[in-house]
């Protein structure tokens, strides 16, 4: 009931809003989205951005997942690691340091002498290039789940009467083909939904005509009206994703990831190390060394700390208490949905899908919409609506998380300790904790890094006299100092690795210790 009030009922209040227009029921909000031909234009806009960062992101992310765990690359655990990093750089640094490298007078053409570009960055396709970037590691990350999950044993049949090469077209890649449909409707969604990259390449697509209806002409019926399309392709497209991907079994009686097959590279070793690297390179290395460039000097970190003390240590702290909040609620919903009956667990599940469907910035409208009244006030002007916003924003996907960490676990060792131990709490501290620790370390980690990073929903209701690094950030890029932008980008990257790396090594040894208690 609680995810309902706080999760649902902005989202429905604000549909209902755009349904009634001078006091009565009414269309007239969408009435000519699509007989307007610009708004035609600009939705088939925004697909063709989704589906390029898509190709793009498969492109990159399927190769990278199976040279890091099937092959005999050289230093393949450190690539299992480096693949991550790209989600803690925000795409709206991505595209800063990207404009700063290619865009009008930027550091390649002052370096080159010349003056015209070779490549329009300011396009759907330099967005779509800056998207990928951003979030090819979600196609990495489920194919690489995808790859430790399925049965071996094919692979290992029709490696007696076919080449390896072979086995991997007609075998392994059908078998994960449900994976990296599924990272690539995230990608897609994600992509589809973005304001920020658009926004900051000047590419006027579909979210940034719903953010203007909005923040420009205050018509909030209009701007809810027009996002239902996206919405409603969304909702097919995870529906699509739940039915290939979400009934398959994750159950496992150990706790480590089975050994891979190994491919031996031979001489194509070199060309995977270099796929590898250059992916590396171009997704993390680069921006940060632009970044480095743009400071110009150390004092601008200085500078960038003293003026914006306030923003960061408030977004360290909305993140932390948001991440805990999320995983907290994501666990027990998780948990919930493993004792309901099938027909229930269904279309809770399907419930609890809903808000990934919806673009931040309408998400922002829902929750103007439903808290900015004389009884709920005080949530509205406290930093509680942040909390609620990242709340609303990132609880589907932990709750995915947490629910493959549960069924991990497998019926038969949760009867056995319902037998052994009647407690329920005991239970969980016992048997459910120690079992599914790492898919909680993972949750808050990816919940942690998507709130510091997040944007649409807090330039709408990000409370007067708040602030966050992010938002401050995304300010300054349009009217501030270059270098201040990039000091504060560093800070908010380097924020997001410490945090990250601490939970990831504190989580881990407080596994070792639950498992090996006497070491």
């Known amino acids: ?48 951005l989704a589906f390029f960062t898509t190709l793009l992101s498969i492109l990159m992310g399927v190769p990278l997942a199976f040279v890091a765990t099937r092959t005999d690359i050289p230093w393949r655990k450190l690539w299992l690691w480096v693949y991550l990093l790209p989600l803690l750089i925000p795409p709206y640094i991505h595209s800063l340091t990207w404009i700063s490298l290619l865009g009008t007078r930027g550091i390649l053409y002052r370096f ?13 396709t330099g967005s779509s290039f800056i998207l990928a970037f951003s979030y090819f590691p979600f ?26 090469a072979e086995t991997i077209w007609r075998v392994t890649l059908p078998l994960l083909f449900p994976f990296i449909v599924s990272g690539a409707i995230f990608v897609f969604i994600f992509s589809l939904f973005n304001y920020s990259v658009p926004a ?39 529906l699509i994703q739940r039915k290939g991907i979400g009934k398959r079994s994750y159950v496992t009686m150990g706790t480590g990831s089975k050994p891979q097959p190994q491919v031996n590279l031979g001489r194509f070793k070199t060309i995977a190390l270099g796929f590898v690297s250059g992916i590396f390179i171009l997704s993390v290395l680069l921006p940060l060394m632009i970044l480095l460039v743009e400071i110009g000097s150390p004092d601008s970190i200085e500078v960038a700390w003293r003026t914006s003390a306030t923003e960061i240590t408030s977004s360290l702290k909305f993140a932390v208490i948001a991440a805990t909040v999320v995983v907290v609620l994501s666990y027990f919903i998780s948990s919930a949905l493993e004792h309901v009956k099938t027909g229930y667990r269904n279309m809770l599940d399907i419930l609890t899908f809903i808000p990934f469907a919806f673009p ?20 509205y002007k406290s930093s509680l609506i942040l909390i609620i916003a990242y709340f609303i924003r990132f609880i589907p996907y932990t709750i ?105 090594l504190g989580f881990r040894r407080i596994t070792h210790h639950w498992r090996n208690p006497c070491s």
């Not at 990495?140 to 076919?162: F, K, M, P, Q």
């Not at 900015?372 to 949530?379: G, L, Q, S, W």
Request: some cysteine.
């Open 200 to 238: 900051v390449f000047r590419v006027h697509t579909y979210p940034v005509e719903i953010f203007s209806q909005f923040s420009a002409f205050y018509n909030e019926g209009r701007a809810t009206s027009l996002a239902l399309p996206i919405v409603g392709l969304a909702l097919m497209l995870l």
């Open 360 to 379: 931040a910035t309408v998400i922002g409208i829902g929750l103007i919409h439903f808290w900015n009244n004389p009884f709920t006030d005080i949530v």
């Open 1 to 48: 009931m609680a995810f309902i009030i706080i999760v649902i009922a902005p989202i429905a209040m604000m549909i209902g809003k755009s349904l009634w227009h001078e006091g009565a029921l009414s269309l007239t909000n969408y009435v000519g989205i699509f007989s307007d031909t610009r708004q035609v234009s600009l939705f088939f806009k925004s697909l063709h």
């Open 139 to 164: 196609v990495t990350l489920l194919a690489v789940s995808g790859l430790y999950s399925i049965d071996h044993r094919y692979e290992e049949a029709s490696n007696l009467s076919h080449h390896p």
């Open 400 to 504: 995915r998380i947490f629910f493959a960490s549960a069924q991990q676990i497998g019926k038969s060792l949760k009867e056995a300790a319902m037998i052994v131990e009647k407690s329920w709490v005991k239970r969980v501290v016992k048997v459910d904790l120690p079992l599914t620790l790492q898919g909680l370390a993972a949750g808050w980690v990816i919940a942690f890094v998507l709130c510091m990073n997040e944007l649409g929903a807090t330039l709408l209701v990000i409370p007067p006299g708040n602030g966050t690094l992010a938002l401050k950030i995304y300010t300054l890029m349009h009217y501030g100092s270059s270098k201040l932008v990039a000091a504060l980008s560093l800070i908010l990257i380097f924020t997001n690795l410490v945090v990250t790396s601490a939970i990831a």
């Open 112 to 124: 080159l002498g010349i003056e015209n570009s070779f490549f329009n960055i300011y396009s759907v």
